[in-house]
């Protein structure tokens, strides 16, 4: 029966003896099974380490959910149809890094009111065609954040369904995008009402539409040294 596993900080680490092994010592679960539920992260400090597991859910809900967290890494899961893969609120100094991300129904990566994480090394694909708006990582009011080295790779023109986008930043200010590559969407970056961030070194290839667009009021973003490829629109603001 699914259920939520909670990872915290105590003799077992919650819920990890059951679907992993503890390490007290450094606050590490580390997966020994592929999952269909959803990871709740409720002390400070964690590590989930998949260890190449999977998690496979029915089209709702999270794959991995934080709620008021710090210093907790996320690493080296692949997380397959949820409706968002990793959902984080109100937390901070949180490293997601080294994931997969397949056929989540609306976000791979989504922020609320969360400042300071880093994203890196993390791979998003949608590899199903299905008519739901889909969406790499989206961040709304969240700021000081850096995506590095995250690839997003979204099958849109075998998938004229819908809509599909790569990072979208709603109200979002200071964040870096850095060295990533999104490609195969409708549109691949999207600032909405967020300004003072940078994005430089990006590979943006293959949109159907736009490959970055910036709407106002957004101010004072820099977008520099990043490489346009075949984008029906390179860059528009």
């Not at 070194?201 to 990043?226: A, C, L, M, W, Y």
Request: include cysteine; charge should be negative.
């Amino acid at each position: 029966e699914k259920s939520t596993k909670f990872i915290r900080d105590d003799a077992t680490g919650g819920d990890c003896a059951s679907i992993g092994t503890w390490d007290a010592a450094t606050l590490t679960c580390t997966l020994t099974i592929d999952l269909t539920e959803t990871v709740q992260i409720d002390s400070d400090g964690i590590t989930l380490d998949g260890g190449g597991h999977m998690m496979t859910g029915l089209k709702t809900g999270s794959g991995v959910y934080l709620d008021t967290r710090s210093g907790v890494t996320i690493r080296n899961l692949v997380i397959k149809e949820f409706s968002f893969g990793v959902n984080l609120n109100d937390s901070h100094d949180i490293h997601i890094e080294n994931n997969t991300f397949e056929n989540d129904t609306y976000q791979a990566i989504v922020f609320f009111d969360s400042n300071a994480n880093s994203i890196s090394g993390n791979t998003v694909l949608i590899l199903t065609s299905e008519k739901t708006r889909r969406q790499g990582f989206v961040i709304f009011n969240s700021h000081e954040n850096s995506f590095e080295n995250n690839t997003i790779s979204l099958n849109a023109h075998a998938n004229t369904k819908t809509t599909l986008q790569g990072i979208l930043l709603f109200d979002s200010n200071r964040n870096s995008l850095s060295s990533n590559s999104v490609s195969d969407t409708n549109q691949g970056i999207l600032f909405f009402n967020s300004s003072d961030n940078t994005s430089y070194e990006n590979r943006i290839q293959d949109s159907i539409k736009e490959g970055f667009i910036i709407f106002p009021p957004s101010t004072r973003n820099q977008v520099h040294h990043n490489n346009f490829i075949n984008n029906g629109i390179h860059i528009t603001d």
